[in-house]
């Protein structure tokens, strides 16, 4: 092939390449969720800290938590380490986001992944099971423990009397 010939097709790969960088960081990149009032009608809220230990060999990270969930179903879990926000979760409608640290989103319509079992802390709060490959233990009233099996994965919470 020639010199020209081969400047072309990287340059071809190039422009594929910003492409596709350009299609999966749209995928990648969470729309806007709306603004909530979570003293408005309709909000559930649960407070108090949570300790949760990552999968693999990453440190134990604890905080303060809020959990909240509307009678539509809308969901907003916040952990914090004030003055730092960990994470925030939040579905509105069909719609789901994760924000990590302001580092990272991750956003989509329908269900949230069940990877990010924060989305189910409303319901196991409120007594419901958890998710497939997740136990869950309640040793006092305002304690649950969720374990991942297999996974290395724990979130300790007690709520706030």
Known sequence: ??????????????VASAALLL??????????????DL??????VWTG???????GDRPRVAGELMVARHASGDVMVSFAKPPLPIFT???????WRLDLA???????SG??????????LPEILEGQPGPKKWTVERPYPDEVVLRKTGGGETIRVVLDP
């Open 1 to 14: 092939m020639t010199r020209t010939g081969n400047t072309w097709i990287a340059a071809s790969c190039r």
């Open 23 to 36: 299609v999966v960081g749209a995928c990648a990149t969470a729309r806007p969720m709306p603004e909530i």
């Open 39 to 44: 003293a408005s009608p309709g909000w559930t």
């Open 49 to 55: 800290q949570a300790l949760w230990q990552p999968p």
């Open 89 to 95: 979760a939040q579905t509105a409608d069909t719609l």
């Open 102 to 108: 302001g580092q990272k989103s991750y956003g989509g």
């Open 111 to 120: 269900r949230p992944p069940k990877r990010f079992v924060w989305f189910s």
